[in-house]
């Protein structure tokens, strides 16, 4: 919730409201993150955590284990990858990846492909050594509950106004065979 009085608000420069409301928004979106990560690695209550592939070099991270991962994932394509910052760089340093066409698309226009053509993902709220690989239509599904909330209250006896933001969502598997994690 922000407070803010009507002086504050009068004399400010820039709008410190839509500020703030972009930086709880990117705070909700990163706790939906993290939430819909550990949906898909520890599972949505149902026993149905996510299988588990383990790298062929403990510490590393192969064009084989991205190919084993893309193998294990059939009948679903494997079109997304989530890592987490080590493994972003370990992928990226990866030879595949060096090469003029992924380069190009990367310098370009700032997304990152892998050479299966699954969209890499950088999310830091993957914790440990893991990378999800999923199907991203059938792999994870969103449950709200109405849309993001914004109310505003003004007190005018206490010279205050109010704003907060709220949403209620979850996540939940829809195929449990539409993600895998790869250990390293």
């Given amino acids: 919730m922000l407070v803010s009085s009507y002086e504050a608000l009068r004399f400010q420069r820039l709008d ?15 706790a939906q993150l993290k939430d819909a990560v550990e949906v898909l690695i520890s599972g949505d209550g149902n026993d149905n955590p996510c299988a588990e592939i383990s790298s062929a070099e403990s ?14 994932l059939n009948p679903y394509e494997l079109n997304t990858i989530l890592a987490p910052t080590d493994a972003m760089q370990k992928l990226l340093s990866l030879p595949e990846m060096k090469d003029a066409q992924s380069g190009l698309t990367f310098q370009g226009t700032g997304k990152m492909i892998t050479p299966l053509g699954a969209s890499l993902l950088h999310t830091p ?21 109405g849309d993001i909330l914004t109310d505003y209250d003004k007190l005018i006896d206490r010279q ?25």
């Fill in 16 to 30: 410190l409201f839509t500020v703030m409301l972009n930086q709880i928004g990117g705070y909700i979106a990163r």
């Fill in 125 to 145: 709220e993957i914790s440990g050594n893991k990378v999800i690989g999923l199907d991203k239509n059938c792999g994870l599904e969103m449950v709200q509950a």
């Fill in 160 to 184: 205050l106004e109010r704003a907060s933001i709220s949403c209620i969502a979850g996540f939940a598997k829809i195929f449990t065979d539409a993600s895998k994690s790869l250990a390293y």
């Fill in 59 to 72: 510490g590393k991270i192969s064009y084989t284990d991205l190919v084993n991962l893309w193998a294990t």
